[in-house]
């Protein structure tokens, strides 16, 4: 069974940082691509960012390119999501997601439950 669990939520002033921490357990996560959602009420999930199972290839959404930075460590088993200069609009729930495609063309999808992140002053 893989379990993923998310970390890091909390409350924030705005232009403050945090970090997200994403721990994939029961596989090995070099297997995974993984992307980090955010939902904010009333509003349909969207892809924050993404990295590739090598980690060089990294995919990030224009909302947040130049202040969110993803990262994994596999030996770990982990991925971060460094967030730096938030703005409120970046209040959501953020959740992990890990996809693999097996060599037969099984597709996996994993989620976790997802951490909160408020940006108020």
Not at 1 to 26: F, Y
Not at 95 to 117: K, M, P, S
Request: net charge positive.
């Amino acid at each position: 069974q893989v379990d993923v669990v998310e970390s890091g939520g909390g409350l924030v002033q705005p232009g403050g940082s945090l970090r997200l921490s994403c721990v994939v357990s029961g596989s090995a996560l070099s297997l995974y691509v993984v992307g980090w959602f955010r939902q904010a009420p009333g509003k349909q999930r969207e892809l924050v960012a993404r990295v590739m199972r090598s980690g060089d290839d990294r995919r990030y959404a224009d909302s947040v390119k130049g202040r969110f930075t993803i990262s994994r460590d596999n030996a770990a088993n982990t991925v971060y999501l460094q967030m730096n200069s938030l703005r409120p609009e970046d209040t959501a729930v953020y959740c992990c997601n890990a996809h693999r495609i097996t060599g037969l063309g099984a597709e996996f999808d994993y989620w976790g439950q997802g951490t909160q992140v408020t940006v108020s002053s």
